[in-house]
């Protein structure tokens, strides 16, 4: 067997070998890295040419990694780490924050935390660019590990953790309260808190059944109401949900994020039967913890949430409040009939 020369070993390659045991298929790592997927092909088969060993095997129709290749990604993820603290050190060498990062959030927290903190960046260090993109952390926080974004945003709901990601250090930005949104001559818009067990015979409004929200608010329907929502209109996008309550379509539980009560027509209260809620995280990669555009992008980020307000109307401070569990009969607030 001949000797391998390192020199050999080009890290573009490497990222392709890489992004193929993340993905599955060369067609995944040619969209994602906005390659053709016979250019992913070919840097492949010369990167097995150069090593000299097998990296890749074919099973039936899908292209997987070898023994070897598993272990030559694992030194790769060292190898590209590394390379990330030497661009750290260097920056923080450089004395001044700059640099372009890519910022991945999901869509409420667009509004009242992502575009004031990008503003007061931007204030603070015009060098830094920031691309933003919105996107569900199902999809963003798999992209941050691999390096394709540099921080997601994401949403962690009450006794429903999100996987863990070792290579992902998590900051707590805020913690946001999720309310009821109702039309404003619904009979229960007269009071100052709204028990779920009075909503059972609305017409109700729900994300999508797949996203953790959706879930959040079945569940709270069936533990806390004792009723199955009856869903009339199904929308991810918050503002539709939002137009649809204020159209006198229905009910819905929103994050005190969305801030639905901007909307004269629509009534936001608090949860009377449990203190159901969310936390907002930023994630990066530890190996760029240290980079100052990180920091200065996240620091901002924090600075917002902290100063987030809980939705009008809302007697729910949004502190460090140690979020309640889903259950029967659970009861911040008395039942109101």
């Given at each position: 067997?001949?000797?391998?020369?390192?020199?050999?070993?080009?890290?573009?390659?490497?990222?392709?070998?890489?992004?193929?045991?993340?993905?599955?298929?060369?067609?995944?790592?040619?969209?994602?890295l906005?390659?053709?997927?016979s250019?992913?092909?070919?840097?492949?088969?010369?990167l097995?040419?150069?090593?000299?060993?097998?990296?890749?095997?074919?099973?039936?129709?899908?292209?997987?990694?070898?023994?070897a290749?598993?272990?030559?990604?694992?030194?790769?993820d060292?190898?590209?780490?590394?390379?990330?603290?030497?661009?750290?050190?260097?920056?923080?060498?450089?004395?001044?924050?700059?640099?372009?990062?890519?910022?991945?959030?999901?869509?409420?927290?667009?509004?009242?935390?992502?575009?004031?903190?990008?503003?007061?960046?931007?204030?603070?260090?015009?060098?830094v660019?920031?691309e933003?993109?919105e996107?569900?952390?199902?999809?963003?926080?798999?992209a941050?590990?691999?390096?394709?974004?540099?921080?997601?945003?994401?949403?962690?709901y009450?006794?429903?953790?999100?996987?863990?990601?070792?290579?992902?250090?998590?900051?707590?930005?805020?913690?946001?309260?999720?309310?009821?949104?109702?039309?404003?001559?619904?009979p229960?818009?007269?009071r100052?808190?709204?028990?779920?067990?009075?909503?059972?015979?609305?017409?109700?409004?729900?994300?999508?059944?797949?996203?953790?929200?959706?879930?959040?608010?079945?569940?709270?329907?069936?533990?806390?109401?004792?009723?199955?929502?009856?869903?009339?209109?199904?929308?991810?996008?918050?503002?539709?949900?939002?137009?649809?309550?204020?159209?006198?379509?229905g009910?819905?539980?929103?994050?005190?994020?969305?801030r639905?009560?901007?909307?004269?027509?629509?009534?936001?209260?608090?949860?009377?039967?449990?203190?159901?809620?969310?936390?907002?995280y930023?994630?990066?990669?530890?190996?760029?913890?240290?980079?100052?555009?990180?920091r200065?992008?996240?620091?901002a980020?924090?600075?917002?949430?902290?100063?987030?307000?809980?939705?009008?109307?809302?007697?729910?401070?949004?502190?460090?409040?140690?979020?309640?569990?889903?259950?029967?009969?659970?009861?911040?607030?008395?039942?109101?009939?």
């Open positions: 067997m001949r000797k391998l020369n390192l020199t050999m070993l080009d890290v573009r390659k490497l990222v392709l070998l890489r992004e193929l045991r993340a993905r599955g298929t060369i067609g995944a790592v040619a969209e994602a906005a390659y053709t997927p250019a992913v092909s070919q840097q492949l088969a010369q097995q040419r150069e090593t000299g060993v097998a990296l890749t095997e074919r099973v039936g129709r899908r292209l997987r990694l070898t023994d290749g598993v272990r030559l990604v694992e030194h790769a060292v190898l590209l780490g590394r390379l990330e603290e030497a661009e750290a050190e260097l920056q923080n060498a450089a004395g001044e924050v700059h640099g372009r990062l890519k910022l991945a959030s999901l869509q409420t927290p667009l509004l009242s935390l992502v575009a004031p903190a990008l503003e007061l960046l931007q204030h603070r260090h015009p060098h660019r920031v933003l993109f996107m569900e952390p199902e999809r963003s926080l798999p941050v590990v691999l390096g394709e974004y540099d921080i997601a945003l994401a949403e962690e009450t006794d429903m953790p999100r996987r863990r990601y070792p290579e992902l250090e998590r900051t707590e930005l805020c913690r946001d309260p999720i309310v009821v949104a109702l039309p404003r001559d619904h229960a818009a007269a100052s808190v709204v028990s779920l067990r009075d909503l059972g015979d609305d017409a109700w409004l729900s994300a999508y059944a797949d996203t953790q929200f959706a879930q959040t608010q079945l569940r709270a329907c069936r533990l806390i109401g004792d009723f199955e929502p009856d869903v009339r209109h199904w929308a991810n996008d918050t503002a539709i949900l939002i137009a649809l309550v204020a159209a006198g379509q009910v819905v539980l929103l994050p005190g994020l969305a639905a009560e901007h909307d004269e027509r629509i009534a936001v209260r608090p949860i009377a039967d449990a203190d159901l809620g969310r936390t907002i930023a994630l990066n990669r530890l190996t760029a913890t240290t980079r100052p555009s990180i200065a992008l996240i620091g980020l924090r600075e917002i949430g902290q100063t987030a307000l809980p939705p009008a109307g809302s007697s729910q401070p949004q502190g460090n409040r140690r979020a309640r569990a889903l259950r029967p009969g659970a009861s911040t607030y008395p039942s109101h009939t």
